[in-house]
T-cell receptor
Framework: AQSVAQPEDQVNVAEGNPLTVKCTYS??????LFWYVQYPNRGLQFLLK??????LVKGSYGFEAEFNKSQTSFHLKKPSALVSDSALYFC???????FGKGTMLLVSP | NAGVTQTPKFQVLKTGQSMTLQCAQD?????MSWYRQDPGMGLRLIHY???????DQGEVPNGYNVSRSTTEDFPLRLLSAAPSQTSVYFC????????????????FGAGSRLTVL
């Protein structure tokens, strides 16, 4: 079985500060993990994925995520947040058929 | 590149009316799917298709019909709309090999906002 959990409904951060959106996973076998972003009134867009290889995955718009096997986590990070990063973020396991509620990121000026 | 195109963007229906939400993709993706997004519920899978002539039910299929006569198109039909079907609907597509391997990246349309009065 494959599942992920995003423990925070909302994350607030000031522009210019680093941001982290948390995701933990529970999978059997090798995990494939994805991050998608949904900007207001838009569909989801792919950000990055971990399949195998380097634990630090770099994606679109300056985002990165670190796969941590011991902590079963795949947190999304960005060194310096922008107001335009405000959106709904979804962590998802491989062969995704259903997405959870996601985490709303709000970046204040 | 058009990607995944959904029409209409907005629609208001009365209870009992029927309508079709259109979805078209130009990426030659075998896999197509429909989701609905409701506040606090995330995205839930309604129906999906792994190729022309093949469809299957997702998590919340009741009240919706689909067909897949071509690779490009995957319309979602509401035969008798109910207020509970008020939602934002998203179509998504992917290469089938990615779905099977687990490495799939889904490409989403911009959504169709449906209100049933």
């Amino acid at each position: 079985a494959q599942s992920v959990a995003q423990p925070e409904d909302q994350v607030n951060v000031a522009e210019g500060n680093p941001l982290t959106v948390k995701c933990t996973y529970s999978v059997s076998g090798n995990p494939y993990l994805f991050w998608y972003v949904q900007y207001p009134n838009r569909g989801l867009q792919f950000l990055l994925k971990y399949i195998t290889g380097d634990n630090l995955v770099k994606g679109s718009y300056g985002f990165e995520a670190e796969f941590n096997k011991s902590q079963t986590s795949f947190h999304l990070k960005k060194p310096s947040a922008l107001v335009s990063d405000s959106a709904l973020y979804f962590c998802a396991p491989y062969s995704t058929l259903t997405f959870g509620k996601g985490t709303m990121l709000l970046v204040s000026p | 590149n058009a990607g995944v195109t959904q029409t209409p963007k907005f629609q208001v229906l009365k209870t009992g009316q029927s309508m079709t939400l259109q979805c078209a993709q130009d990426m030659n993706h075998e896999y197509m799917s429909w989701y609905r997004q409701d506040p606090g519920m995330g995205l839930r899978l309604i129906h999906y298709s792994v190729g022309a002539g093949i469809t299957d039910q997702g998590e919340v299929p009741n009240g919706y019909n689909v067909s897949r006569s071509t690779t490009e198109d995957f319309p979602l039909r509401l035969l008798s709309a109910a207020p509970s079907q008020t939602s934002v609907y998203f179509c998504a597509s992917s290469y089938l090999a990615g779905i099977v391997s687990g490495a799939n990246v889904l490409t989403f349309g911009a959504g169709s906002r449906l209100t049933v009065l």
